[in-house]
């Protein structure tokens, strides 16, 4: 395979997506996207929008506009399957910015770097987009957890887990649909 390594990771998923669709049976998807982890090297294309700043902002900002790119695609093929209306599209980074490279990414002002347990390493911002049940543009400053997704999966879903394993998280279908701002236990 070669090429943009997101449009390869959405290459790999739509796929499975179109034939869960088109079989009319629910999907779970979780699409991991390498960009822009190291090495950073994007598409000449992708670097050339960036052709006013030096090889590594290049690099770093080509591969996040390529992510954003697929990222879109990937939503207009859930729009083009009529599925866009039924589908949570969760998207957040793994960690803050790797150290060292100066310029490149950014903290927003908190503390620590990526393998740091200090906010700029483990805080990062997230998104959910699920028409109709997700208030567009809403921002909540609630510190929520990747933890938190299958919970509120399965509040979503009314499933329970297959057997007594502990789940770690809670639900954030009150938060989503109430418009909270605090997490409760």
Known sequence: LTGCESRITVDRAIPF???????????????WFH????????????RAMYSQYGKKKQNYYGCITALDDQVGRLSAELKALGADQNTMLWFCS??????????????????????????????????????????????VDMPCSTLDYLPTIFDVACAE??????L????????IREHLEERSK
């Not at 960009?35 to 992708?46: F, L, Q, T």
């Open 17 to 31: 997506i179109r034939k869960s669709v088109e079989a009319k049976k629910p999907f779970f998807a979780v699409i």
């Open 35 to 46: 960009a822009p982890h190291g090495p950073v090297v994007a598409g000449p294309e992708y």
């Open 94 to 139: 793994d960690n803050g910015p790797e150290g060292g490279q100066k310029g490149v990414g950014s903290t927003g002002g908190l503390r620590g770097r990526k393998r740091s347990l200090f906010s700029g390493g483990v805080g990062v911002p997230g998104f959910l987009h699920w028409p109709g049940q997700a208030e567009a543009g809403r921002v």
């Open 161 to 166: 887990m297959p057997d007594e394993r502990p």
């Open 168 to 175: 770690d998280g809670i639900s954030l279908l009150p938060m």
